[in-house]
């Protein structure tokens, strides 16, 4: 009985099945207009880098100096850029360059921001001062100019700019899971685990962690809209994605030199960009208002 006590996380209400929580929030979700709205255009372009190499388009990296800056038409919907290049085609494997950036950062984020997250709110005394202390340090940097700091010491590449976001991201997830950590590890589950012997590595990985998850899935979310403007930002200022690969701040930086012979050049990646963080950032709210358990 002892050992299937430890093996399982405890539930947030113990007295309801662990799945009915999950349910309810999921009816929540659906149930929520912005959510499915938010939900819906981030599986657009989803869509939209998974089925960019299977698509009949133009090869992005492809010149073409007899169409150079031509208007929007039938051939080319979105026009064509400073070397004829289709702006559709960017456009679509720029959202692989995008999504590619967020998913990568989020993932170094709560690699290094959870564990330490951990460490600091379970243990506390001079372990949480010195990553507390680090932590507050880091944040009281605007989070664009650490990227940026990151992005310059490694170089200019997409690897290391995505390496750079995620980095800048990890004071965030840090000071996030050590709020719930602390809120956690008081409740009875806890000190009933301790009760029967549970180690501290156990109770933290297979009670304390996963009743942070809520939080931690809505921040994710969040940061991917971050991400992707830091991404298009760093891209722009010759720090991200390098040509001619593809990236939507690095087609605004081409774009911006051409404002008036060719304003399409900027249209198309720019309200990519804006729908693309409107989308995560509708997600988010709408996965924070169902995860939330003092809301219905």
């Given amino acids: 009985m002892t050992q299937a006590v430890l093996d ?3 539930p947030l209400n113990p007295g309801e099945p662990a799945l009915k929580p999950r349910r309810g929030a999921f009816g929540k979700l659906i149930r ?3 959510a499915l709205i938010g939900g819906t255009i981030v599986l657009i372009f989803v869509l939209m880098a998974l089925l960019a190499p299977l698509l009949p388009l133009a090869d992005p990296l492809k010149s073409n100096f ?3 800056r031509k208007p929007p038409s039938e051939l080319y919907w979105f026009g064509t850029d400073e070397l004829g290049r289709d702006q559709v085609a960017r456009l679509f494997f720029g959202a692989q360059t995008s999504l590619l950036a967020g998913i990568v950062s989020v993932m170094i984020a709560l690699a290094i921001g959870i564990p330490f997250g951990l460490l600091a709110g379970w243990y506390g005394g001079w372990i949480d001062i010195v990553i507390s202390r680090v932590t507050e340090a880091l944040l009281a940097c605007p989070f664009l100019i650490l990227a940026i700091a ?3 010491i ?5 690897t290391n700019a995505m390496i750079a976001i995620g980095l800048s991201a990890v004071p965030i997830f840090i000071r996030l899971v050590r709020g719930q950590v602390m809120s956690v590890k008081a409740e009875d589950f806890v000190e009933g685990a301790r009760s029967v012997g549970a180690r501290d590595l156990r109770i933290m990985c297979v009670h304390v962690l996963p009743n942070t998850l809520s939080p931690i899935v809505v921040q994710s979310t969040l940061f991917m809209a971050q991400a992707i403007i830091l991404e298009a930002s760093l891209s722009f200022l010759g720090l991200g994605q390098q040509p001619p690969a593809p990236s939507w701040g690095q087609m605004l930086n081409v774009a911006k030199n051409f404002m008036e012979q060719a304003p399409w050049m900027s249209i198309a990646p720019g309200i990519a960009i804006f729908v693309a963080v409107l989308g995560f950032n509708l997600l988010g ?5 169902a995860l939330d358990p003092k809301d219905g």
């Fill in 154 to 158: 490694l170089g200019p590449s997409l």
């Fill in 8 to 10: 399982s996380p405890a």
């Fill in 150 to 152: 990151f992005a310059a």
């Fill in 32 to 34: 929520n207009r912005s």
């Fill in 66 to 68: 007899l169409a150079i």
């Fill in 285 to 289: 709210d709408g996965l924070r208002d």
